[in-house]
C-alpha cells in the first residue's frame, strides 16, 4: 500500500455528484479506486485527509489529546450538544469523563439486561405470522425507551414520549443543519425550544421523590451540586442521547435485515459474533474526525496542522487481507481473536484510547439482550427483495426503511 495519493476535485471532476449525493458514498469509491494509506482531498479552499490503514489509524488515535485533536461533524453540533462530554476538550473532558465512567460499567450497565428484554418482549408479543414489521421503528423504540430508563430511571409514559418528542427533534435539528434547508435563526430557535424542554423534563425528575435512583441523573445530580451545575446535567444528557441512540438502533437493523438477507436463521447464530460482525461492516460511527495540533511527521509523510483527518473505520474493517472478504459471515468470528484485532485496530467500532466510547458496554449488552430475544422466540424473518444500501446521517444508516415480514414465531 503505498502512503499517499493527492486529488484535486474539480467541477467537471467525475466524483462532484457523488460529494453531493452522499459524503459515505463518495469516501468509500475514492478509497476503492486508490490503494493509499491517505487521500488527499482538495477541493477549492478546502483540503482534508482520508485515512484508510489501522496501523496510521493507531497512530493517529492514540495520540489524540496530545498531537492530533478531536474535531468534527458533531463540533457543528456544538449548539445542540452545548457542555457535553463528546464536544469537551482537555481537562474538562477529562473530568466530565471520570464522572459519568461510573454509570456505564459493567455491573450497572448488566442490571438493566432484565428491563430490556422485558420491553423487548413486550414488542414482539403482538408480533404475528406474516406480518410486516418495520425494523427501524422497532429498535428505535427499543433504544430510546432503554436510554430512557438509564438516563432518568422509571419515567411515566408521558414522561418517555417527551424523551423521544425531544430526541427525535434534536436530531432533526441536526439534519436540517446539514441540509442547510432552514435558517441560521430557525434552527436556533429550535434549539433552544428542544433544550428547553429537556431542562425542565430533567429539573421535574431531579425534584421528584419518585424512582429515578440508580440512574445517571440521579447519579451526575450527586457529583453536579451547584445550583448552575443542572445546564451541564442537561448537556450530558443530550449528548447521551444522540451519541447513544441511532448508534445502537441502527446496528440492530443492520443485523436483523443481513440475516434475513444471507437467509441465516437465528436460532444457528452465536449472538457475540452476529454482533460483532455487524459492527465490522457497518460500523454505527463509521469515520473519526481528528485534525494535528501541530505539523506532525509519520514516517515520510507530514500531517499539515489543522487540516481535517477522517479515519475511514468501514474502509479499515473491510480489510480483506485480514478477514478474506466482506461478506456478511457470523461464523468467521469463530476462527478470529478479538483481542489482537482490536489491539492492532483492524476492529475499532468504539474508537480506542483518551475518546473511546464511554457507552460500549451498555450498546453491546443492548444489542446482544435484543437479538437474544428475538432468538428465543425463534423469529425468523423472509428474505427481503429490496437491497438496502448504507448512507450517512451522522450515523451509518439504511438508504431506506427497513421491512421484514414474518416467516415464523414461536408463542
Ligand atoms: C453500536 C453502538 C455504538 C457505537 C458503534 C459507538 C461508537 C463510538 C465511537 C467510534 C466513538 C469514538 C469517537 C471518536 O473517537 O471520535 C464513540 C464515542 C462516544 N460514545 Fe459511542 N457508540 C455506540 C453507542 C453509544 C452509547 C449507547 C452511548 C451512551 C449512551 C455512547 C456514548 C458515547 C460518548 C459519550 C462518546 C464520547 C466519548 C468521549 O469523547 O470521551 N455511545 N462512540
Same mark, same amino acid.
Given at each position: 500500500?503505498?502512503?499517499?495519493?493527492e486529488?484535486?476535485?474539480k467541477?467537471?471532476?467525475?466524483?462532484?455528484?457523488?460529494?453531493?449525493?452522499?459524503?459515505?458514498?463518495?469516501?468509500?469509491?475514492?478509497?476503492?479506486d486508490?490503494?493509499?494509506?491517505?487521500?488527499?482531498?482538495?477541493?477549492g479552499?478546502?483540503?482534508?485527509?482520508?485515512?484508510?490503514?489501522?496501523?496510521?489509524?493507531?497512530?493517529?488515535?492514540?495520540?489524540?489529546?496530545?498531537?492530533?485533536?478531536?474535531? =468534527?461533524?458533531?463540533?457543528?453540533? =456544538?449548539?445542540?450538544?452545548?457542555? !457535553?462530554?463528546?464536544?469537551?476538550? =482537555?481537562k474538562?473532558?477529562?473530568?466530565?469523563?471520570?464522572?459519568l465512567?461510573?454509570?456505564?460499567?459493567?455491573?450497572?450497565?448488566?442490571?438493566?439486561?432484565?428491563? %430490556?428484554?422485558?420491553?423487548?418482549?413486550?414488542? &414482539?408479543?403482538?408480533?404475528?405470522?406474516?406480518?410486516?414489521?418495520?425494523?427501524?421503528?422497532?429498535?428505535?423504540?427499543? +433504544?430510546?425507551?432503554?436510554?430512557?430508563?438509564?438516563?432518568?430511571g422509571?419515567?411515566?409514559?408521558?414522561?418517555?414520549?417527551?424523551?423521544?418528542?425531544? #430526541?427525535k427533534?434534536?436530531l432533526?435539528?441536526?439534519?436540517?443543519?446539514?441540509?442547510?434547508?432552514? +435558517?441560521?435563526?430557525?434552527?436556533?430557535?429550535?434549539?433552544?425550544?428542544?433544550?428547553?424542554?429537556?431542562y425542565?423534563?430533567?429539573?421535574?425528575?431531579i425534584?421528584?421523590t419518585?424512582?429515578?435512583e440508580?440512574?445517571?441523573?440521579?447519579?451526575?445530580?450527586?457529583?453536579?451540586?451547584?445550583?448552575?451545575?443542572?445546564?451541564? &446535567?442537561?448537556?450530558?444528557?443530550?449528548?447521551?442521547?444522540?451519541?447513544?441512540?441511532?448508534?445502537?438502533?441502527?446496528?440492530? #437493523?443492520?443485523?436483523?435485515?443481513q440475516?434475513?438477507?444471507?437467509?441465516?436463521?437465528?436460532? +444457528?447464530v452465536?449472538?457475540?459474533?452476529?454482533?460483532?460482525?455487524?459492527?465490522?461492516?457497518?460500523?454505527?460511527?463509521?469515520?473519526?474526525?481528528?485534525?494535528?495540533?501541530?505539523?506532525?511527521?509519520?514516517?515520510?509523510?507530514k500531517?499539515?496542522?489543522?487540516?481535517?483527518?477522517?479515519?475511514?473505520?468501514?474502509? &479499515?474493517?473491510?480489510?480483506?487481507?485480514v478477514? !478474506?472478504?466482506?461478506?456478511?459471515?457470523?461464523?468467521?468470528?469463530?476462527?478470529?481473536?478479538?483481542?489482537?484485532?482490536?489491539?492492532n485496530?483492524?476492529?475499532?467500532?468504539? =474508537?480506542?484510547?483518551?475518546?473511546?466510547?464511554?457507552?460500549?458496554?451498555?450498546?453491546?449488552?443492548?444489542?446482544? #439482550?435484543?437479538?437474544?430475544?428475538?432468538?428465543?422466540?425463534?423469529?425468523?424473518?423472509k428474505?427481503?427483495?429490496?437491497?438496502?444500501?448504507? %448512507?450517512d446521517?451522522?450515523?451509518?444508516?439504511?438508504?431506506?426503511e427497513?421491512?421484514?415480514?414474518?416467516?415464523?414465531?414461536s408463542?
Open positions: 500500500m503505498n502512503m499517499i495519493k486529488i484535486k476535485i467541477s467537471d471532476s467525475k466524483y462532484i455528484n457523488l460529494i453531493k449525493k452522499d459524503i459515505f458514498m463518495f469516501f468509500q469509491q475514492v478509497s476503492n486508490f490503494d493509499n494509506k491517505i487521500i488527499l482531498i482538495k477541493m479552499f478546502s483540503q482534508f485527509y482520508i485515512v484508510n490503514d489501522a496501523k496510521l489509524a493507531q497512530f493517529i488515535i492514540s495520540k489524540t489529546g496530545r498531537d492530533f485533536e478531536k474535531l =468534527g461533524e458533531l463540533r457543528a453540533i =456544538g449548539d445542540i450538544l452545548g457542555e !457535553g462530554v463528546l464536544t469537551a476538550k =482537555g474538562n473532558h477529562l473530568n466530565q469523563r471520570r464522572n465512567l461510573p454509570m456505564f460499567n459493567k455491573a450497572n450497565i448488566n442490571s438493566f439486561v432484565e428491563f %430490556i428484554r422485558n420491553i423487548t418482549l413486550q414488542k &414482539i408479543n403482538s408480533w404475528k405470522q406474516n406480518e410486516v414489521i418495520n425494523i427501524m421503528d422497532f429498535s428505535t423504540q427499543l +433504544s430510546l425507551d432503554i436510554l430512557g430508563k438509564v438516563l432518568f422509571d419515567l411515566s409514559k408521558d414522561q418517555q414520549e417527551s424523551v423521544t418528542r425531544i #430526541t427533534n434534536l432533526e435539528i441536526y439534519h436540517s443543519q446539514r441540509l442547510k434547508n432552514l +435558517s441560521h435563526k430557525e434552527i436556533q430557535k429550535k434549539i433552544n425550544i428542544a433544550k428547553e424542554e429537556l425542565n423534563l430533567t429539573n421535574e425528575i425534584s421528584s419518585s424512582t429515578f440508580g440512574s445517571l441523573v440521579s447519579h451526575l445530580s450527586k457529583v453536579y451540586k451547584d445550583e448552575d451545575d443542572i445546564y451541564l &446535567i442537561r448537556d450530558e444528557i443530550i449528548t447521551l442521547l444522540l451519541a447513544g441512540h441511532e448508534t445502537s438502533s441502527n446496528t440492530i #437493523t443492520w443485523a436483523l435485515y440475516l434475513a438477507k444471507n437467509n441465516i436463521n437465528l436460532e +444457528s452465536n449472538i457475540d459474533n452476529l454482533a460483532f460482525e455487524t459492527l465490522r461492516l457497518y460500523p454505527a460511527v463509521w469515520r473519526l474526525t481528528r485534525a494535528a495540533i501541530e505539523d506532525i511527521n509519520y514516517e515520510k509523510f500531517f499539515k496542522k489543522g487540516l481535517p483527518i477522517y479515519i475511514n473505520i468501514y474502509k &479499515i474493517q473491510r480489510n480483506i487481507e478477514y !478474506g472478504d466482506t461478506n456478511f459471515n457470523p461464523t468467521r468470528w469463530s476462527q478470529l481473536t478479538l483481542s489482537q484485532l482490536s489491539k485496530f483492524h476492529f475499532i467500532p468504539f =474508537g480506542s484510547h483518551s475518546r473511546r466510547c464511554i457507552g460500549e458496554h451498555m450498546a453491546l449488552t443492548e444489542i446482544k #439482550t435484543i437479538l437474544e430475544t428475538l432468538k428465543e422466540k425463534n423469529i425468523k424473518f428474505k427481503p427483495d429490496k437491497e438496502i444500501n448504507p %448512507i446521517k451522522i450515523t451509518l444508516s439504511p438508504s431506506q427497513v421491512y421484514l415480514e414474518i416467516l415464523s414465531k408463542v
